[in-house]
């Protein structure tokens, strides 16, 4: 009976560990996600006064898809949202 204890000690534990590693991970990836949408917003504003100051009337607006979209996709996204918006310019 002991035999069982003991094993069913070392799994728990074990999994433990795994739930542990995981939960790491995540909050590593939720942590980037932020990290990218703060920086894509204030790279939006910055971007948005520079065309501004230009003449050039093309300005992305902050909103939960634009945010979404450069929290997923980073630069690329940041890009993909100025390309879109220069080819309807266009």
Do not use: D
Not at 14 to 36: D, E, N, Y
Not at 69 to 85: E, H, R, V
Request: aromatic fraction near 8%; proline fraction near 1%; charged fraction near 10%.
């Amino acid at each position: 009976m002991e035999l069982y204890y003991g094993m069913g000690a070392i799994i728990g534990v074990c999994l433990l560990v795994l739930l542990m590693g995981t939960i790491k991970q995540k909050s590593a990836k939720i942590a980037v996600f932020i990290l990218r949408s703060a920086g894509g917003a204030v790279g939006i504003c910055v971007v948005n006064s520079i065309l501004e100051s230009q003449g050039i009337a093309v300005a992305a607006g902050i909103n939960p898809v634009s945010i979404l979209t450069i929290g997923t996709l980073g630069i690329s996204g940041f890009a993909l949202i100025y390309g879109i918006l220069l080819y309807r310019f266009l």
